[in-house]
Structure formats: C-alpha cells, structure tokens
C-alpha cells in the first residue's frame, strides 16, 4: 500500500538521502556520471535544503512510503508546477511514481491549474510522456540549462 503526505522537518535526512540515491544511482544518462555537474546537482539535496523547502510558504512539499519505508518525494511550487519528484531506486517500477505524480496533479487542479508544468530528466522523460505530458515549446532562452520543459493540460 502506498500513503502520501505532506513531508515534515523530521522528513528531511530520510528525503534528502532518497533525493541523492535517485540522482546518483538513477540519473546517470542526464549526468553521466560527470563529477561537476553531479556535485552541482546535488549540492541542495541536502536535509537543510529539504527543511527550507518545506517552510517556504509557495511550496507543497509530499513523501510517500511503501512497505513502511520513505519510496518518494514529490512538490508543487505557486507559479512553477511541478518542481520535485524523485523516487528511491529500490522503489522504481512499484507504482509510488505514479501515485505522486495522481497527488501531485490533484494538488495543481485543486488551486485552478489549467496546465502542469515540470521540468524532466533524460530518465523520467518517458515517464512523463506515458502520462501525458510534451515538451513545451520555448524559445531558446526560456529552455531549462539542463532538463526538458515539459507541459500537460489538466
């Protein structure tokens, strides 16, 4: 069974390891294992980072648990849509995905979103267009520096 709620301070170590793990172990077509740019990625994956995201008022910030253990991470910021939705590796393929991506887009409908936003890795990419989702159409300089800019109407 899988819950959702919303994540809590005491959250953060367990969220920012899952965080990590995901990035790390999950991402290696977006980063290619590239030291620099994985140390960039990660350098606000930390549990201080995780607490501020939690306390600023503008963000919905979710875990989930399966089988009793943290499975994701997931949240909605005011203005941006979808900003954070990671799974932890030994989580991948139970469904915790796309049961926060259902919470996460609930949340969006529920304050009058008409189209969801989020910014995809290489990896999640199919993820997200099984769900419907397509890359926006932004011109150059509105594109993401790494990621895909992708949308879905609600």
Known sequence: MISIRPALTGDAQEAAALLR????????????NDAERLEHWLSNKTPEHFVKWIEDPLNMIF??????????????????????????????????SGAMMIHLEEILRVRGEPVANLVSTITARRFYEARGYRERDLLPEQRPPYGIAMEKRL
Not at 69 to 95: C, K, Q, W
């Open 21 to 32: 793990r995901s990035i790390v172990e999950l991402c290696v077509p977006d980063h290619g």
């Open 63 to 96: 875990v989930a648990f399966a089988d009793g253990r943290m499975a994701s991470a997931g949240g909605v910021r005011d203005g941006d849509g979808i900003v954070l939705n990671y799974v932890h590796p030994e989580s991948r393929f139970t469904g915790v």
